[in-house]
């Protein structure tokens, strides 16, 4: 990941930047704050431009208008923030994002955080801070030759305040959250041969730098503990799999944690039931659920969020080989149930049912989430708009949507039920690792469900929001880092303190 923006935090003096940005609101008038630095005629040219242009102030709406005469910035940027009393449903991290869209690579440009009605908060100015790192995010590092010069150059903002020293405070917080979605991203986005399991579990360890305890898990560890649904995956690959614990110690010692458990598969052939060609190098994401949980550990260590958190991630390859796991094979889980092979490309839930079992049995915590790029159904139910959660917990369900809904990361919420669990039984095993066509993201989640005990659970399928992403105002990545934001946003509204 290049280093696309260099930001910095100043108080209200010259300005010395290329574009000067101002926000504005449906009274399309220049806020106080900015008068003097935007130029004697920057109203009058505001006005007209609005006119000519229909903009309205509308929330993420903006114009770029050449400066004033005499000012000493080139482009003058304006961004809706849209009438005062709908500001509480304004998404700041959105208009960082747009903000960041309308100044472009290679620009230098001067934000200055105020509104019409007054100076900006501090949170809200952290947030455009949190767009503008997530929207001037690209993932390049396996580019040799740039096709544009401006491109290779980094956007350069200096926020104004009034104020700075709350900001600065503020940042601490945004600037961890967006080092982790960051983290999220480049793990997503780096090719199979460069991210198997060993070097993902390698990367994962570098977070000891934050405090964050680490266990890696080797196969022999692995043999030993009894997790043979999750090695069964992986043994028709080269590359050994592995297991990592993380741990971030925020809150008392004795404080009950709790745990999000990712699905690592860093490069999924379907096994001996193998993938169709077409789009399966998209299958280097499949280890999204993971990504997102060594992001989110970075997160809660970085801005030392008062929790105890446990991470812990299963990482496999799954490959056709003389030795793979084939259909119709039977291999007893950690949790003493047996599981009949259907589909060697069902891989994914073997992996979080060991996973799931080693992590209630031997953490006991509060609750735990776990995450996935399980099924391509959730992809036909909810398309990219939403992940699938699925819960035995209606508290916990209730919390991670009004999550989903603040941070943009949304969730819907499906059905859990005695006939679809009933659809994974086996003639010749306890259960089968997969139902058929129909039903199959609620099938492959009352799979999972079966190695949960009465811990309060929640499973994300994030097979359409983990990669391959559509764009949107903060991301133009194909690995969007998705749910650190969300459960951060979890943790810390009510699991903190």
């Excluded at 105002?473 to 509204?493: F, H, M, Q, T, Y």
């Amino acid at each position: 990941m290049s280093q696309r923006l260099k930001l910095e935090i100043k108080a209200l003096d010259a300005i010395e930047g290329q574009d000067l940005v101002i926000l504005v609101s449906d009274r399309l008038a220049v806020p106080d704050a900015a008068q003097e630095w935007a130029g004697e005629g920057a109203q009058a040219l505001l006005t007209r431009a609005a006119a000519a242009e229909r903009f309205k102030g509308k929330a993420l709406a903006g114009l770029t208008l050449p400066s004033p005469e005499g000012a000493s910035y080139e482009r003058l940027i304006v961004v809706g923030v849209g009438p005062e009393d709908e500001r509480t449903k304004l998404d700041f991290v959105k208009l960082g994002g747009v903000i960041a869209g309308r100044l472009g690579a290679g620009r230098s440009a001067e934000i200055i955080l105020a509104l019409p009605e007054g100076a900006l908060g501090a949170k809200q100015a952290a947030d455009i801070a949190l767009g503008l790192r997530l929207r001037a995010y690209a993932f390049d590092r396996y580019k040799t030759k740039s096709k544009d010069k401006d491109e290779a150059e980094p956007l350069t903002v200096t926020l104004r305040a009034a104020d700075p020293s709350p900001l600065k405070k503020a940042l601490k917080t945004t600037d961890a959250i967006a080092a982790g979605v960051i983290q999220a991203r480049d793990l997503v986005n780096e090719p199979p041969n460069v991210l198997y399991p060993e070097e993902f579990a390698d990367r994962a360890a570098k977070l000891e730098k934050l405090g964050v305890e680490i266990e890696i898990l080797d196969e022999k560890a692995l043999k030993k503990i009894g997790m043979r649904a999750l090695l069964g995956v992986g043994q028709g690959s080269r590359r050994e799999s592995r297991v990592v614990v993380m741990r971030w110690n925020g809150a008392k010692k004795d404080a009950q944690p709790v745990a999000f458990v990712g699905k690592g598969v860093t490069f999924d052939t379907g096994g001996i039931s193998l993938k169709p060609g077409a789009g399966m190098e998209d299958m280097k994401g499949d280890m999204a659920g993971a990504a997102c949980v060594v992001g989110l550990m970075q997160a809660l260590a970085g801005r030392k969020a008062k929790v105890n958190a446990i991470g812990v991630i299963g990482l496999v390859e799954n490959m056709p080989d003389g030795n793979a796991q084939r259909p119709g094979d039977i291999v007893t889980s950690l949790s003493g149930q047996t599981i009949e092979i259907i589909n060697t490309d069902a891989e994914g839930r073997l992996v979080l049912a060991d996973v799931l079992w080693y992590t209630q049995e031997r953490f006991e915590p509060r609750f735990m989430i776990n995450l996935a790029t399980l099924t391509g159904a959730i992809l036909v139910a909810l398309a990219q708009e939403n992940a699938g959660l699925f819960s035995n917990d209606d508290e916990l369900s209730a919390r991670l949507t009004a999550a989903g809904i603040a941070t943009g990361e949304t969730v819907w919420r499906m059905p859990l039920g005695k006939a679809y669990d009933k659809m994974i039984d086996s003639k010749f095993a306890d259960m089968k690792n997969s139902a058929g066509r129909y039903g199959g993201s609620i099938t492959a989640a009352q799979f999972l469900q079966r190695h949960v005990d009465d811990t309060p659970w929640a499973h994300l399928d994030i097979a359409g929001t983990g990669m391959a992403a559509a764009n949107s105002e903060i991301n133009r990545s194909w690995g969007p880092g998705w749910g650190v934001r969300l459960l951060d946003r979890l943790v810390a509204d009510h699991y903190e303190g």
